[in-house]
């Protein structure tokens, strides 16, 4: 936004200061002409009040020689005999009796310094003009600011009556979204009041069946429902960004890869851990937890057990990106497997969902594409805490790319 008003002010006052450097390089060259011209003509009259005078030619001459015109060789006297003192030869400038004085126009430069001291005022001028044209607008961006930062919070601005009209459409749509917030927490309560229970009844009936196969997937499955369904509503805060919290994305994954380290040693996985540098985002230790967890567990459910894993965290230029990655087959419709309830590989989809949102949450974005190892790469950019960058577009990329 800000960049948009510098670009906007500098724009207008560039022009303004383009038209005000030629106006004033022409008026300093007219004048510059003008002033030239007045001397010749004084110099000419001059000239010719010695020729009312007398028309001696060694009087002429002197008088000649006398004026600046003449000394630069460009006043001429052709008397009424037909004699011309002097060099020169240009138009008619003053008369005397029969005799003629003629000035050929001086040649006068364009005045470079002069135009160069106004240009020297003018970027001073514009230098001015933009930061002045940025203070009606800095309480606008400071409520927008702020207004990120906390979703409710009225925008309060005097001024012309367009700024309170801004203000006024900031603040409703800040309460409509805050109303949004407060219906998706209702429903996040009420899905866990009205889940849990009969995910529990389930349990109980599953535990009741007995052994056998049958048993043992109707088990898998009702152990699979419920473990997704706590962890969509464990992970779904993060997207409210207003208590995120704060947490080291370095400290949080290597504390959560000494569980699945031992898990992937269990099952003969080539584990690969790089943390890197500690490095703060906004997100609650335990929101960004349940996202490693949720990307761990569908490596070890959906690839084969001696498939390599590999996590990452690498920390640049206001940007912290944590990169999950495994040997199996890949993603098999990557162009839906960001979207929530689908994910083509047997699951419910809401993985990589939970992910994304918590990406998201910090201004950063998803990225899935075909990883160094084989199989799917899940790439997470969160925002750094405290840091200042250009906003990233798009947030979700999927992107995918054959074998080399």
Same mark, same amino acid.
């Given at each position: 936004?800000?960049?948009?008003?510098?670009?906007?002010?500098?724009?207008?006052?560039?022009?303004?200061?383009?038209? @005000? &450097? =030629?106006?004033?390089?022409?008026?300093?060259?007219? *004048?510059?002409?003008? /002033?030239?011209?007045? +001397?010749?003509? #004084? $110099?000419?009259?001059?000239?010719?009040?010695?020729?009312?005078?007398?028309?001696?030619?060694?009087?002429?001459?002197?008088?000649?020689?006398?004026?600046?015109?003449?000394?630069?060789?460009?006043?001429?006297?052709?008397?009424?005999?037909?004699?011309?003192?002097?060099?020169?030869?240009?138009?008619?400038?003053?008369?005397?009796?029969?005799?003629?004085?003629?000035?050929?126009?001086?040649?006068?430069?364009?005045?470079?310094?002069?135009?160069?001291?106004?240009?020297?005022?003018? @970027? &001073? =001028?514009?230098?001015?003009?933009?930061?002045?044209? *940025?203070?009606?607008? /800095?309480?606008?961006? +400071?409520?927008? #600011? $702020?207004?990120?930062?906390?979703?409710?919070?009225?925008?309060?601005?005097?001024?012309?009556?367009?700024?309170?009209?801004?203000?006024?459409?900031?603040?409703?749509?800040?309460?409509?979204?805050?109303?949004?917030?407060?219906?998706?927490?209702?429903?996040?309560?009420?899905?866990?009041?009205?889940?849990?229970?009969?995910?529990?009844?389930?349990?109980?009936?599953?535990?009741?069946?007995?052994?056998?196969?049958?048993?043992?997937?109707?088990?898998?499955?009702?152990?699979?429902?419920?473990?997704?369904?706590?962890?969509?509503?464990?992970?779904? *805060?993060?997207?409210?960004?207003?208590?995120?919290?704060?947490?080291?994305?370095?400290?949080?994954?290597?504390?959560?890869?000494?569980?699945?380290?031992?898990?992937?040693?269990?099952?003969?996985?080539?584990?690969?851990?790089?943390?890197?540098?500690?490095?703060?985002?906004?997100?609650?230790?335990?929101?960004?937890?349940?996202?490693?967890?949720?990307?761990?567990?569908?490596?070890?459910?959906?690839?084969?057990?001696?498939?390599?894993?590999?996590?990452?965290?690498?920390?640049?230029?206001?940007?912290?990106?944590?990169?999950?990655?495994?040997?199996?087959?890949?993603?098999?419709?990557?162009?839906?497997?960001?979207?929530?309830?689908?994910?083509?590989?047997?699951?419910?989809?809401?993985?990589?969902?939970?992910?994304?949102?918590?990406?998201?949450?910090?201004?950063?974005?998803?990225?899935?594409?075909?990883?160094?190892?084989?199989?799917?790469?899940?790439?997470?950019?969160?925002?750094?805490?405290?840091?200042?960058?250009?906003?990233?577009?798009?947030?979700?990329?999927?992107?995918?790319?054959?074998?080399?």
């Amino acid at each position: 936004m800000r960049a948009v008003i510098t670009r906007a002010l500098l724009l207008a006052t560039g022009l303004v200061a383009v038209v @005000l &450097v =030629a106006t004033a390089g022409f008026l300093l060259h007219s *004048h510059a002409v003008s /002033t030239a011209a007045q +001397a010749d003509r #004084r $110099d000419a009259a001059v000239v010719a009040g010695v020729l009312a005078v007398s028309s001696d030619p060694d009087a002429v001459r002197g008088t000649i020689a006398r004026t600046t015109a003449g000394a630069e060789g460009r006043l001429s006297v052709v008397l009424e005999d037909g004699t011309r003192l002097g060099a020169g030869g240009g138009p008619r400038v003053a008369s005397a009796g029969g005799s003629v004085v003629s000035v050929v126009p001086a040649s006068v430069p364009f005045p470079l310094l002069p135009v160069l001291l106004v240009s020297g005022i003018a @970027l &001073v =001028a514009v230098g001015v003009a933009v930061w002045l044209g *940025h203070r009606p607008f /800095t309480p606008v961006l +400071a409520a927008l #600011r $702020d207004l990120t930062t906390s979703v409710g919070r009225r925008v309060r601005l005097r001024g012309p009556r367009e700024l309170e009209a801004l203000a006024e459409s900031i603040d409703e749509a800040s309460s409509r979204t805050s109303q949004l917030l407060a219906k998706e927490r209702e429903m996040i309560a009420d899905v866990s009041h009205r889940l849990r229970t009969p995910l529990a009844a389930l349990r109980l009936d599953a535990d009741a069946i007995g052994p056998g196969p049958v048993a043992d997937r109707i088990r898998s499955a009702v152990s699979t429902l419920g473990h997704d369904v706590d962890r969509i509503i464990q992970s779904l *805060h993060p997207v409210e960004g207003d208590t995120a919290g704060k947490c080291d994305v370095a400290a949080v994954v290597e504390s959560r890869m000494a569980f699945w380290s031992a898990h992937a040693a269990d099952q003969g996985r080539v584990c690969e851990i790089d943390v890197g540098e500690p490095c703060w985002v906004l997100l609650a230790p335990d929101a960004l937890g349940a996202v490693v967890d949720t990307l761990l567990e569908n490596v070890f459910r959906h690839t084969p057990p001696a498939a390599p894993v590999g996590v990452s965290v690498v920390r640049h230029a206001g940007w912290v990106t944590l990169v999950v990655e495994d040997g199996g087959t890949g993603v098999a419709d990557p162009s839906s497997a960001l979207h929530r309830g689908s994910s083509g590989g047997g699951s419910t989809g809401l993985g990589l969902d939970i992910a994304r949102a918590a990406a998201e949450a910090t201004g950063g974005t998803i990225h899935l594409e075909r990883g160094r190892l084989g199989g799917a790469r899940v790439r997470l950019r969160f925002s750094e805490a405290n840091s200042h960058h250009e906003p990233a577009s798009p947030r979700a990329w999927r992107l995918w790319r054959g074998h080399p």
